[in-house]
């Protein structure tokens, strides 16, 4: 009996683990669980890095910290998702004409601004009326697509949009936030401007302007309350309130301080020891530009760039990873795609190039190039030497990434010349003019969800517009065409995912990289989620969840399934 001892002792052990879960199951304990639910209550605090300038959302457009207060008291008719799927949010629901000319919108039953006074369609008109006037405030584009448009209401909650003709991308205007006309009604745009009723915002999100935090005379923050008529989901946190600070460094001491909760944003240098702050969680999300290579391929004293192979061999030959690695701290991500990644417009099938400086050799090569001697260019039969102008904003970074593409383009013997340009004159003295062989160029594609890569890439816009590559590609122009004028969702996507495969084939334009953001907030706070972003302000998308404390409900879950 000895030696079956130690099998005895664990059949011992067994039945009363067996028993003791028999004895649970018959108190109802076994298959319930504690599951944690959100209390309204409790206040975040989070440190802003820059100054209030005008709480209004259409006078917001260059200041971060406008639009991100502004994000959370005033609304749009729509707003999107972080795929860029559209999701209605005054607009109760959204019917579009079968030939994309008419928008029928129905507004929320019932809408409330924080004093109290109800939103209706005449806010709207009003709102697109200043729009339509508003030259010197307002971006020039937008003020040109109101001018075209009808806009009629039928009554407080029901009004109707015709465009001219079909434009699919223009979902994309209606998020503009809904300014009270029964404030505002007197004055024109320029009065608006000037107003005081910009540090006394009155709006309709979830969070309603409580009081301005000042120092002397000087604004060092704001104080938001959850709006109790809100018509969305309630926010738990009852409180918002926002500190100014004018440098990274220093929100991120008021947080280690414990003044601040959150973070707007922990730039590269910091975020090493960021990380390393057990209490803090980051949450990293890709932002909403790209930053490529431009090819002119019509420029005469470049020829050779009108050569596929040549493109392909280029891109092949920038170690993209490395420069991330070198120049952002791995803050950024490789981009395959003028279309941003993580959206409903993206082709994940894709070709793609990874660094190969060996097949960048063969592919120039086959394109009757031949390496001369270690130090020489790469010359073809006819002596031509391949040596391109790289054009780049004249500033530090820029200089940093110009300087690795050259590096890496001199492994496969092309010649590199860097010319550098003051960034605010390179779009009218390098770009417009087509003064260009290769230009390093930032696409900033915030606050337009809808993809449209038209402007860049159609052969319409290539004398005029903004085709500075003047790529001529007429099955990705027809392809383009068609995407901005068909309603059908699912039809755009495969029109779209045809036109980065066409791309990807013909590289008018060697994409880099996509930049990313990294946002803190202690880990006390819950619920706090953060995808992709068309705007920094995006962040806040789901503030509504977010909560500090709560309680634990007793709720019976079902057992897993077994295989």
């Not at 504690?34 to 005008?54: F, W």
């Not at 994309?100 to 369609?121: A, C, F, M, Q």
């Amino acid at each position: 009996m000895k030696k079956y001892r130690w099998q005895l002792t664990i059949l011992f052990i067994t039945g009363l683990v067996v028993g003791a879960l028999l004895f649970f199951e018959r108190r109802g304990g076994l298959g319930e669980v504690s599951a944690p639910k959100p209390v309204e209550g409790g206040v975040y605090t989070e440190a802003l890095i820059g100054n209030i300038q005008r709480l209004n959302p259409l006078l917001d457009d260059n200041n971060s910290v406008d639009r991100d207060i502004d994000s959370l008291i005033y609304s749009g008719l729509v707003k999107f998702d972080s795929q860029g799927y559209p999701q209605n949010d005054l607009a109760e629901s959204i019917g579009i004409s079968q030939d994309g000319i008419l928008y029928n919108i129905v507004l929320r039953k019932d809408l409330k601004w924080h004093d109290g006074e109800p939103l209706t369609s005449a806010d709207v008109l009003f709102t697109i009326e200043l729009m339509r006037a508003g030259t010197g405030y307002i971006p020039d584009d937008v003020i040109a697509l109101w001018k075209e448009i009808n806009v009629q209401a039928f009554d407080d909650l029901n009004l109707q949009i015709k465009l001219p003709e079909s434009f699919a991308p223009f979902l994309d205007y209606l998020a503009f936030g809904v300014l009270p006309r029964h404030i505002y009604g007197q004055m024109d745009l320029a009065q608006i401007v000037s107003s005081s009723l910009n540090l006394q915002p009155v709006g309709s999100g979830p969070y309603q302007f409580s009081e301005l935090l000042t120092d002397n005379g000087t604004i060092t923050g704001i104080k938001l309350s959850a709006f109790p008529g809100y018509y969305g989901q309630k926010p738990f946190l009852q409180e918002i309130i926002f500190e100014l600070y004018q440098e990274a460094e220093s929100a991120y001491q008021a947080y280690k301080d414990g003044y601040v909760q959150g973070i707007a944003e922990i730039p590269s240098n910091l975020l090493p020891d960021a990380l390393g702050n057990t209490d803090l969680s980051i949450y990293t999300g890709r932002l909403p530009r790209i930053s490529l290579v431009m090819l002119n391929v019509n420029d005469p004293e470049a020829l050779f760039l009108q050569d596929v192979d040549v493109r392909k061999a280029l891109l092949l030959a920038i170690d993209r990873s490395g420069l991330i690695a070198e120049v952002f701290n791995g803050q950024a991500v490789i981009a395959d795609s003028v279309i941003l990644p993580e959206t409903w417009a993206y082709n994940n099938s894709i070709p793609r190039f990874t660094y190969d400086p060996e097949q960048a050799k063969l592919l120039l090569k086959q394109a009757g190039y031949v390496v001369t001697g270690e130090l020489n260019p790469v010359r073809k039969k006819d002596d031509d030497e391949l040596k391109i102008v790289l054009t780049y904003p004249e500033d530090a970074l820029h200089e940093k990434i110009a300087k690795s593409i050259a590096s890496d383009w001199a492994k496969v013997q092309v010649e590199v010349v860097l010319d550098p340009v003051p960034g605010d004159l390179i779009v009218d003295e390098k770009l417009n003019p087509r003064a260009f062989q290769a230009a390093l160029v930032d696409i900033n594609l915030s606050q337009t969800p809808d993809p449209d890569p038209y402007p860049f890439w159609d052969m319409g816009q290539a004398s005029n517009g903004q085709n500075y590559t003047q790529w001529s590609n007429r099955t990705a122009s027809d392809t383009l065409e068609q995407a901005r004028v068909t309603t059908d969702l699912s039809e755009r996507i495969r029109l779209y995912h045809n036109f980065q495969v066409i791309f990807a084939n013909d590289l008018p334009a060697l994409p880099l990289y996509y930049p990313v953001y990294n946002y803190a907030v202690d880990a006390g706070i819950q619920g706090v989620t953060m995808g992709p972003l068309f705007d920094t302000s995006d962040r806040f998308a789901t503030i509504t969840q977010w909560y500090l404390t709560a309680r634990r409900e007793s709720g019976a879950t079902d057992a897993p399934e077994g295989n």
